[in-house]
């Protein structure tokens, strides 16, 4: 049975009106994600199998994580086209997204230590995230509201595939330039210090019912640069150099 919190982001799907998260807001994780599940399996976003597309991170590695599968119309390749997508925000999250080149088991989840985790990955490339929310108050909605609604996920967009080897992030720049905006230029702000970090727990996360997850999986990773702004009919370009770029005209 539908509760109030998906009933209301349907809802807001279907008529592309924000809902109030005032008398819907989950009363903990479990909560947020079972109203996750439960708007996915109305809109049947995976109905022709298990996701293929997360986003997966937090403020810092004391935080709780948090996850989200990603519904698949939403997720592009670079360069992309979102003039015509129904965004209510369009706050820019540059990242880093890594795929695995292998299966997990729910019993091999569990036991791998982050190194081991890390080795499961065979490839990266720099991905844009579009933020927007279904809730009327935005990004200052209750944190588990934001997390029912996919952690506030609008789109994301992905650049060209390159092998993924370890590496200092702490001197890895990052750039990304919106419109007519200043170029926005960072290095090693990545909020876990690695990308990979958010591994153990996604894995967890995504197997937690006894499912596997198959090769090919994709997960990003958490914003280099905070949430920066962006307006219809901007074109946003992130590069981090020696990995990639992505690019999207909204």
Not at 119 to 131: K, N, P, T, Y
Not at 139 to 159: E, F, R, T
Not at 180 to 203: F, K, N, R, S
Request: charged residues 15%.
């Amino acid at each position: 049975m539908m509760d109030e919190t998906a009933r209301r982001l349907v809802a807001a799907r279907q008529t592309q009106l924000r809902q109030a998260s005032t008398g819907a807001c989950p009363v903990d994780a479990h909560a947020a994600y079972a109203a996750q599940d439960a708007v996915a399996q109305r809109f049947g976003w995976f109905n022709s199998g298990a996701p293929r597309y997360w986003k997966s991170g937090g403020a810092s590695r004391t935080a709780v994580l948090t996850h989200a599968a990603l519904p698949p119309e939403g997720v592009w390749a670079s360069p992309a086209t979102a003039s015509d997508w129904p965004f209510r925000l369009r706050g820019i999250e540059v990242e880093i997204a890594l795929r695995l080149g292998q299966g997990v088991t729910a019993a091999r989840a569990q036991q791998v230590d982050l190194e081991q985790a890390t080795a499961l990955v065979d490839a990266m490339c720099v991905s844009i995230e579009i933020v927007d929310s279904r809730w009327q108050e935005g990004l200052d909605a209750p944190a588990l509201a934001k997390l029912a609604d996919l952690q506030s996920h609008g789109a994301l967009v992905l650049g060209d595939w390159q092998p993924f080897m370890p590496r200092d992030w702490s001197v890895q720049a990052c750039r990304v330039q919106i419109g007519l905006q200043p170029v926005v230029e960072h290095c090693g702000t990545h909020a876990m210090g690695d990308p990979a970090y958010v591994l153990l727990a996604w894995l967890r996360h995504v197997t937690r019912q006894g499912q596997s997850v198959a090769a090919g999986t994709v997960v990003t990773t958490g914003t280099w640069v905070g949430i920066v702004a962006a307006l219809a009919g901007d074109l946003v370009r992130a590069e981090f150099p020696g990995i990639g770029a992505a690019a999207v005209q909204l």
